[in-house]
């Protein structure tokens, strides 16, 4: 896997090429510590605490404090991926994403095909929220589309489905200010279902009164308002109800968990 | 010097025939506060050093609840390209600073790089913010473990109530305390069996500071937000609680200085073997 590719090229320049671990690290060993697999799985074993204790927390279905429209964000900052280009792509904003279509398989009952414009008729929800990114700052946002839990609710969730995973139309080269691995792949995204279902889930067509820009995901995109930025899918095209995401890409359940991130990103 | 040497002349036929007077030893830190106090020094060594490798993602702070590249932050550390090449710079509100070297830009790996915070201070040295955030969570969870414990022991055995919350004669004292600490002159004899006032005030502040910290890391919680959105409305918005988080762990940082100073200056094998063993050999009275 790359993950542990870079790792061991990062320990053999440090070690090989004489790099200087700078001053306290060289007693409390903190880099090799990070690089070593069974030290990070004990340290990650927070995010199983910290899930736990959220769920239990926001168990009654807690909703994000939503703003008010003079609260938001005269410019917000567009992170990740800010076009997916490509011909499709490219192809699909000339024709104003009129042939975009949503379609939601997997372990479904109906599984279906959606055309934003089908998207829109149907009920919607608008809100005011603040979009925290994993690197620290935030930026709020007014967004309008339809919740995930009708279209759920539509294509009929089969038992035994525990996850949503989104699929997006963008290759992302990562993110240099992140550091940390940084491999071009295919970004995805996954939720649990009873964050997928959650009222503040929507798959978002409206930012701010206008149709999604494309640097912001267009035409469709992901808000799970209790986590943080990388949950938030941009440029969808499926979403697929699976009972594992093990098998799927680096098998973490998402573009960023597969280069380290936390699964569950309410933290 | 001893005790025994003053007032005692002549009265005392055997003292000639003792050698030296023994300190007196007591029994000064109890089990649960030396394993805190142990487990909190490594744990916020550790949330230091991830702390600034995450602030480094984004070596920015603001006030409010938003904030990202097109707002104005009051403390930014990064690096700018002038004619003289790449420098880094640390802004405080309207003024710069060049710190080339240290803060916005420094080597990493040997390499002049553009990073917030420099290597030699950052855990993981290099730049990676999910191993950072997998570091810091860990021991945050440690933290407040590790704090609760404190807690419940210390008020339990009335530990707060004995030895950190000053009393009235304590508070009329810290003018006196505060020459005496100026003076660096270190309280002997049964003074010294208890914490002096500025002692005392140091400690609750620490205490309050941990506090602080984990009150103003929930509220960069998404997640924690949605169950109690008045948290970070409290600090004044999430960005303003992550301001704070880092002046607050400015202080906790500054506290360390001192203390670590203070050791030194009172007997660091004396101090830090009490805080190992629990034995404290009281200083014997000045003449």
């Known amino acids: 896997m790359a993950l542990l590719t870079r790792r061991q090229a990062l320990i053999g320049s440090l070690s090989g090429g004489g790099l200087l671990l700078a001053g306290c690290d060289r007693i409390f060993q903190g880099d090799a510590l990070t690089m070593s697999p069974s030290f990070l799985r004990v340290l990650a074993a927070a995010e199983g605490w910290t899930r736990s204790t959220q769920r239990f927390l926001l168990g009654g279905g807690a909703m994000a404090h939503e703003f008010k429209a003079s609260d938001i964000s005269a410019k917000f900052k567009a992170n990740g991926t800010l076009n997916p280009g490509g011909e499709d792509y490219d192809r699909q904003v000339e024709e104003g994403f009129a042939n975009w279509r949503l379609r939601i398989d997997g372990m479904v009952t109906h599984p279906l095909s959606l055309s934003v414009a089908e998207l829109r008729k149907l009920p919607a929800r608008s809100q005011i929220t603040r979009h925290d990114c994993v690197e620290g700052w935030s930026a709020i946002g007014g967004w309008t589309g339809t919740p995930l839990s009708l279209l759920l609710k539509a294509a009929g969730v089969q038992p035994g489905a525990k996850y949503a995973v989104f699929y997006c139309a963008d290759n992302l080269d990562g993110e240099p200010s992140k550091g940390g691995e940084q491999s071009p792949g295919q970004y995805y995204e996954s939720l649990a279902l009873v964050d997928a279902v959650h009222p503040q889930t929507i798959i978002a067509y409206d930012m701010n009164g206008k149709p999604l820009e494309v640097a912001h995901g267009a035409p469709l995109r992901l808000r799970v308002e209790r986590q943080l930025g990388y949950k938030h899918a941009k440029y969808v095209k499926r979403i697929q109800l699976v009972s594992d995401f093990r098998h799927i890409s680096g098998g973490h359940g998402g573009y960023w968990e597969d280069r380290g991130y936390e699964w569950y990103a309410g933290i | ?287």
């Open chain 2, 1 to 287: 010097m001893t005790s025994q040497d003053a007032g005692s002349v002549g009265l005392d036929a055997s003292k000639a025939k003792r050698p030296k007077a023994k300190p007196e030893v007591i029994y000064r830190h109890a089990m649960l506060v030396r394993l805190t106090h142990w487990v909190n020094a490594l744990t916020i060594f550790v949330l230091v050093g991830s702390g600034l490798n995450i602030f480094n993602a984004h070596p920015s702070l603001y006030w409010g609840q938003k904030g990202d590249e097109y707002d104005t932050p009051f403390l930014a550390l990064q690096a700018f390209d002038t004619p003289q090449g790449p420098r880094g710079m640390t802004q405080v509100g309207p003024f710069h600073f060049d710190t080339t070297g240290v803060l916005g830009l420094s080597r990493q790996g040997g390499e002049l790089t553009p990073r917030g915070w420099p290597e030699w201070i950052t855990i993981p040295s290099y730049t990676d913010l999910a191993d950072a955030r997998h570091w810091h969570f860990f021991f945050a969870w440690i933290l407040v473990i590790n704090g609760l414990v404190y807690l419940a022991w210390s008020f339990g055995s009335r530990h707060i109530e004995h030895d950190i919350w000053p009393t009235r004669a304590d508070l009329r004292a810290i003018p006196r305390s505060v020459i005496d600490h100026l003076k660096l002159k270190h309280p002997t004899g049964e003074a010294a069996k208890r914490y002096n006032v500025l002692q005392r005030l140091a400690y609750l502040s620490l205490i309050l500071a941990i506090a602080g910290m984990v009150v103003t890391g929930l509220s960069m919680s998404p997640g924690f937000d949605a169950f109690a959105p008045w948290l970070p409305q409290l600090f004044g918005g999430r960005q303003s609680a992550r301001a704070l988080h880092f002046l607050c762990a400015s202080a906790i940082v500054l506290f360390i200085v001192v203390h670590l100073v203070e050791v030194v200056l009172a007997g660091p094998i004396n101090e830090v073997r009490s805080m190992i063993t629990g034995r404290y050999h009281v200083p014997a009275e000045h003449d």
